[in-house]
């Protein structure tokens, strides 16, 4: 019954739409939810809310203890999936998981916010006094945290509720910081050329700091070399775009190519033999298909001049991309990584939105540095935002020992403790609250950010089950 209740408080938070930047909605959902309980309710000007429960008979002199999620997600809807944002998520469940039908699905971390709406509502559980931060904008750079005033709170025990995997403890991750190149776009006018509709599809896309390291394809670097491959023909560019976020690999992208008739098959033809090269080079972790339409010859093209062309070409082909350095420090861990999820064309200009991050600062300041130069070379904007801190490995955390024990006292294994790649929100309460000593963990979810997102439900219940057990030692 528990996990049915978890499960439909989840289905009603994700009828919400709330993507980052648009959590007024849910917070106040949020808000009207604590205050029906009569708990002490507190929602700042970015729409984060802190909310406090009094510790259960016998406890209520206990230190607090601070559970931590944040309310935006990823919204990425599914190619051919036509789909409106204001009607919310649509979960669907089997008997193994609860999935979005033709988008992402919002568990990351919406999964968070049902547990702790389940704290707020017992009066089954045993616990001391319960002390719960939600969070905005945490999807483009941990925004509500960095706003977030913590006078109010006491506790200094805290369990981040944002990682993805169960029987996996999270006790370090990745700084970062946001970039935005601005191109400026200027078209010209050309006659009589054959029109070429190219899409990229098929690729897998995925959450840029837990999957990157899995060499999947980035549509917005294939572009690039689309882009650099077709110049033998002296193609035209009308449109080119590849809409996505920051922080999610690219997995779809389209032009529109104008070329001279007598050009066409031997550019569809180079197309053909560059999807073929793209399917071998990821061939053992990804699939690529490369679609072409031919739509005709049109009198007049509007396409981008020279300059706008030759730009935006050098930049994707000397954009990095993916993996920069992994650790030698702790084996599998990536060090450093970069990924450009979104280019597209807004009020005149090209934008191509990248998540930089890394475990070391001066790795992190070098690749911003590079992408600068980049910039800077071609004369053209570079805007940096978002910039959060990583959270540094404590060998000394009392948290985590009781999280290790109450798992195997639970489940009858071992849990991995790690530091990850992606960047979550402890790096500021680490800030913010002095001495504070803090756990990452969740339930086990599956391409996180895409519209095969997943979450199983027995992990959601095995991970609620330790949150009570935790919580009652």
Known sequence: ?????????????????????????????????????????????????????????????EEAIILQGHLDMVYVVADGVEHIYEDGIQVKEDEEFIYADGTSLGADNGIAISYAMMLMATKEVSHPPLEFIFTTQEEIGLIGAANLDVSELSGKRIINLDSEEEGTFCSGCAGGVRSAIHIPV?????????????????????????????ERGNAIQLTGRILTALKEFDVKIGKVEAPGKSNAISSGASMVIYVEKERMQAVVSKLQKLEAQFQNELSASDYVEIQMEEAGEEDICEVFAVETLETLRGILMLMPQGVM???????????????????????????????????VETEKNYIREKVQ???????????????????????????????????KELFGKEPKVEAIHAGLECGYWTAKIPNADLLSMGPSMYDVHSPRERVSKQSIANVWKLIKEILSK
């Open 325 to 359: 350095n992994m650790s030698m420090a702790v084996p599998g861990l990536v060090e450093t990584s970069i990924n450009t999820g979104n280019m597209e064309e807004v009020d005149g200009e090209i934008i191509l939105d990248s998540a930089l991050r890394s475990s």
């Open 1 to 61: 019954m528990e996990l049915e209740k978890i499960i439909s408080y989840f289905k009603e938070l994700s009828s919400i739409p709330r993507q980052s930047g648009d959590e007024k909605a849910v917070s106040d959902f949020l808000v009207k939810f604590a205050r029906e309980l009569g708990l002490w309710v507190k929602q700042d000007e970015t729409y984060n809310v802190i909310v406090k429960k009094l510790g259960t008979e016998g406890r209520e002199n």
């Open 186 to 214: 200027v078209r010209e006018q050309r006659e009589n050329l054959e029109r070429l509709n190219v899409s990229i599809k098929g690729l897998k896309g995925g959450h840029s700091g837990m999957e990157i390291h899995l």
């Open 373 to 407: 130069t980049i910039a800077d070379v071609y004369g053209v904007a570079c805007e940096w935002s978002g910039e959060y801190p990583g959270w540094q490995y404590q060998e000394v955390s009392p948290l985590r020992e009781k999280a290790v024990k109450a798992y």
